[in-house]
């Protein structure tokens, strides 16, 4: 059993835990990801690592289904059942010049601990984050502290500069184009944002989320088409040169679960155990 440290809501549907899990603390780099169990019953679920302190990793995750709201409902004190990882490879970080990490909601959470990565090898490191709205917007403070500068974006405009982070981006590549590029949100940002780095060149990464199982390589649930070949997300990526990816099959793979995950949210609101409805 791993110990929740503390636990908080940072937004509307987001939380931020800290579980006690010292072999993942100790070996996880930036980029990298955990599968968590949190009971008998439970499903399997990958989350990013997104930050370290001592024994413990960070969580920050969004509640859209049956398992994240189990997750959300965990106080400190409370423990999880199992915790693999740390799982996948980690973010490509070398001394490169200048880098631009791109965040689109609950995609924020991966970005503080990669942009630490990109500075301790020495880069200058701009960071833009864009959320619905001001209220759903987490982590400002942290991106503050570790980017050189940072560009805040919101939909409706309630802060920083209206419309999408594809604004800003396409801005800096135009005036100062850096030297690599993150881009790491829900799926179709992810495949309009990173097209604003083709045209100019720029090597572009993005972490991609397809339904996994195992984590290790085992299931195949994770397939996604990279420069024409299969690649397992847990185990090649989770982070793609975002200019090969085939981010279509990508989002049609991502909803071939939906009528089942329809069914077992149903079942959990309804007082049962969330794991499908069959008992
Ligand atoms: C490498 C990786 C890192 C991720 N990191 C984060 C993160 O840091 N924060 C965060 O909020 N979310 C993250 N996700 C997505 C997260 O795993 C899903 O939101 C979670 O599995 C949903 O489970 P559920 O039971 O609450 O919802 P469900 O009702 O089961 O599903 C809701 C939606 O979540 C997705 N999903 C469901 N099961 C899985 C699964 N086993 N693997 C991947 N996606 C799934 C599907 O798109 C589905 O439509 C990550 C996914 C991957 C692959
Ligand atoms: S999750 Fe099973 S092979 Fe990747």
Known sequence: MYQVRSARLLAENVYETWIEVPHISRNAEAGQFLVLRIDEEGERIPLTISGLDGDSVRIIFMTVGTTTEKLAALKAGDAVLDVVGPLGQPSEVHHVGSCVLVGGGV?????????TALKRAGNRVIGII?????????????????CD??????DDGSYGIKGFAA??????????????VWVIGPAIMMKVTSGVTQPFGIRTFVSLNPIMVDGTGMCGSCR??????????????PEFDAHQVDFDLL?????FYHPEEKESREHYHSGGCGCGGNH
């Open 107 to 115: 995609g924020i959470a991966c970005l503080p601990i990669i942009a």
């Open 167 to 180: 604004g800003p981006l396409k801005e800096i590549c135009e005036t100062r184009p850096p030297d690599a």
């Open 130 to 146: 864009g959320a619905r709205n001001k209220d759903l917007l987490i982590l400002e403070n942290e991106m503050k502290e570790v």
């Open 149 to 154: 500068e940072l560009i805040i974006t919101t």
């Open 224 to 237: 996604v088409v990279v420069n024409g070949e299969t690649k397992f997300a847990c185990v090649d990526g």
């Open 251 to 255: 989002m049609s793979r991502q909803r």
